[in-house]
C-alpha cells in the first residue's frame, strides 16, 4: 500500500516537473507584457475598462500574427490604485512574471512609485492616464527614461480648463476647492489658478480638503461668499459628485468645472441632477466617429460603459508593439529608444501619435470638453494646443 | 451680516454632521455600558444597512420610510448575529474585553471583505429623496439634514424611554451596572445581549441609510464611525446622553475648524481635541466608570 502511493506521488511529481518544464520552453515563444491596474478599489472602474481595451488590443495584435513572430501574452497584476500594493504588483510582474514592458498605473501619484522598480529592472512602462508632469521628468528636471505616457498632462490640461472658463464661460471670477492627499488634485488646481489668473481672471476662492473626505460642506459654504462664476473641482468622480450635490444645496449657483478624472461614466449615476450643465475636460472624447464605431464593435466585450481608460491602454500597446517591432527585439533600453522615435503613428484616439524624447509626453494631444447634460456626457468641443 | 451669515451656516451644518454622529456613536455606548469592550464591528454593520437600504430601494423600489425600516430590521438581525457567532463562545469563557474587541476588528475586517468578493468596490447612490434645501436666516439646511435630526431625536428619545420605563430597559441597566448579579437575579442574560446588539444593529441601519443618501454607498463607508466612536469616547463611552452630547459637540468643532481654520487640518483638531479632554477628564463628559476603558 506504501509503496503504491510513493509510486503514484513520483508520478505526479515526474508530471508536474514535466509541465514545468513546458511551461518555461513555451515563456520563450510568447511576449509578455505586464498590466498594472486597479482591478479593485475606489478605481475599478476605470481599471476593468483599462484591462478589457487592453485586451481587445492584445487579440488584434495576435491575429495579425503577434509581435516579432510572437504571441503576445498579457499578465495583469492588481495596483488596487494604491501606492503599496502597487510597488508589490510591479515588482512581480518584473521579477517573477519578467514581463518586457509594462502598460498601466493609470494614477499619477501611483505610477511615481512604480518608476524606481522599473528603472531598475529596465523595463519600460507606459502610463495611461497619469497626467502629471512629474511622472515622466522628476522635480530635479531628470528624464525619467523608462516611463511614457499617452495622455496629455496637468499643464495643458489646467491651461485648457482655464481658458475654456475664461473665454468659452465668460467667467471672471473662479473658486477651487481640491484634495491636499492627491497630487494629482493640488497640481491641477495650481495649473488652472495660473492661467487663469494670466488670462486676466481672479480665483476668488480656493478651498482644500483631505483624502477620504465625505462632508465638503464647509469649506464650501467659505466658497460661496466669494460668489464665484466658475466652480473648479480637480477632484476623483467619487468627490465631485458629493461636492457638486453639496453645493447646490448650499445654494452655490456658479457653473462646474471638472478635470479629466470626471471621464467615469458612474459619475452621472452618483452626481445625479446636481451635475446638470457641468463641463470637464476629458482625455478622449467618447463621439469621435472612429472612436464610436470602436466602440461598438467592442461593446459586448464591457459589459457596460466604455470609460477613456479602455482607448488609451488600446492606444499604448499599439504604440508599444510599434515599438517593439522596430526594435527588432525586447531588451527595455532598444525599447525605449524606439518609443522615443515614434512620430505619426496611427492610434486609436488620433491619426498622427508623436512623441517629445525629450519629456516622453505625446505632442499634439487634444483636449475634449464635455458637457454633462440630460444625465449624459456630451461632446462640446475639441480644444487643439497651441 | 457675512459674518454672521457663515457662523450661522457653520453652526448649522456641524449640527446636521453632528447628528450622525450621535446616532452612530449610541450604538457603540449601549455595546460598551453592558460588555465592557469597544464593539469596532459596528461600522461594518453601518455599511451593511446602508447597503440593505439601498437594495430596498433600488431592486425592490420600497420608499425611504420602508427601505430605512428594512435596513433597521436587517442591520438589527446582523448584529445579533455577529454577538453569537463572534462574541457569545467569548462571553462563556469569561474573556477579558480585550479578546471582544479583537474579535470584533476581525468581523469588521471579514465582513467588509465579504462585501469586496461579492458586491464588488463600485459606488452606489441612493435616488434621490430629500432633494433641496430650507433657508434660516440665510443660512441654508438640507432638507435630508432636517429630516436626519428629527428621525435621530426620535429614536433616540425612543431608546431613553424604553430604557427608563419598559421591564427590559430597565433589566438592560441593571446589566449594565453589574451582569452577574442581574444575571443571578433571574435576567436572561443571553436573550437580554440578543435587544441590546439588535437596538444598537437598528440604530446603525438607520445611520446606514442616512449616510448612504447624503453621501453614497460603498465597502470601507463604516470608516467613518472612528469619529462616531471618538464621539462617544468624548461624552464618556457608555452614557446615551453622553454619545448625543459628544456626538454634537464633535460634529459642530469640526466644522468650525473647518470653516475658521482650515479643512485640511480638521482631523488634527478632533483627535487633539480627543486627547486633550481625556487628560482632563480620563472618563469623558458624562462617563460612569474608569475600568477597562480601550
Known sequence: MKRWIAGVTALVLMLGSALLASGCSSGSKTIKIGHAVALTGDASVFGQSEHTGLKIAVEEINKKGGILGKQVELVAADTRADPTETVNAVRRLVEQEKVVAIIGVAQSGVAMAATPIVTQAKVPMISTTSTNPYVTVDKSGKLQKYVFRVCFIDPYQGTVAAEFAYNRLNARKAAIMYDVGSDYSQWLAKYFEDAFTKLGGTVVGKEAYRTGELDFRAPLGKLKETEPDVLFLPLTQKDAALAVNQARELGIKATFLGGDNWG?????????????????????????????????????????????????????????????????????????????????????????????????????????ITKIQNGQFVFFERFEPH | MGELKVFLQTLITGLAIGGVYALMAVGYSLVFSILNFSNFAHGVVIMLGAYFGYYMC?????????????????????????EKLAYRPLRLRSAVPLYFMISAMGASMFLENMVYVTVGAHFFSYPEVFKGSLSILHAKIGLLDVVALCVSAVAITGLTLFLNKAKLGIAIRAASRDMTVAGALGVNIDKLLSVVFFIAGAFAG?????????????????????????????????????????????????????????????????????????????????????????
Open chain 1, 264 to 368: 467615469s461614466p458612474d459619475i452621472l449615476k452618483l452626481g445625479g441632477s446636481a451635475l446638470e450643465g457641468s463641463y470637464f475636460i476629458n482625455l478622449a472624447s467618447l463621439d469621435d466617429p472612429g472612436i464610436k464605431k470602436w466602440i461598438e464593435q467592442n461593446q459586448s466585450r464591457f459589459g457596460g460603459p466604455v470609460v477613456r481608460n479602455a482607448l488609451l491602454a488600446y492606444d499604448a500597446m499599439l504604440w508599444l508593439a510599434d515599438a517593439i517591432n522596430r526594435a527588432k527585439t525586447t531588451d527595455g533600453d532598444k525599447i525605449v529608444e524606439a518609443l522615443e522615435q515614434t512620430k505619426d503613428l496611427p492610434v486609436l484616439t488620433t491619426d498622427k501619435f508623436s512623441v517629445d524624447p525629450k519629456t516622453h509626453n505625446p505632442l499634439n494631444r487634444a483636449a475634449y
Open chain 2, 58 to 82: 433600488t431592486l425592490f423600489h420600497l420608499p425611504i420610510s420602508l427601505a430605512t425600516t428594512g435596513a433597521m430590521l436587517g442591520a438589527g438581525l446582523l448584529a445579533i448575529a455577529n
Open chain 2, 206 to 294: 438607520i445611520a446606514g441609510v442616512f449616510l448612504g443618501v447624503k453621501y453614497m454607498v460603498y465597502p470601507t463607508m463604516g470608516w467613518i464611525t472612528n469619529k462616531a466612536y471618538i464621539a462617544a469616547v468624548i461624552g464618556g463611552i457608555g452614557s446615551l446622553p453622553g454619545a448625543v452630547i459628544g456626538g454634537i459637540i464633535l460634529g459642530v468643532v469640526e466644522s468650525f475648524v473647518a470653516t475658521y481654520v482650515s479643512t485640511a487640518l480638521r482631523d488634527v483638531f478632533s483627535f487633539s481635541l480627543l486627547v486633550v479632554l481625556l487628560m482632563v477628564m480620563p472618563s469623558g463628559l458624562l462617563g460612569k466608570t474608569l475600568e477597562e476603558k480601550v
